[in-house]
């Protein structure tokens, strides 16, 4: 397998099924001690992106209330 002058190379089809490599997916590239690591991206969960949204009060009863107008 070569390196082409846009530095890009072809993940043979057998391999990308192995590992579920799909189009458009997001890998990262690892410094390991034998080489490079190629690996998919994580994902961030869906909590994580929300935690820490609610500052401060944390009675979620109250917090409901006040967004209801109550």
Known sequence: MKIGERGQVTIPKHIRHRYGLLPQMEVEFVPAE???L???KALR???DE???ILQGDTDTDRYIEAVRGR
């Open 34 to 36: 034998q080489g490079v």
């Open 38 to 40: 190629i690996r998919k």
């Open 45 to 47: 969960s869906p909590v």
């Open 50 to 52: 929300v935690y820490g």
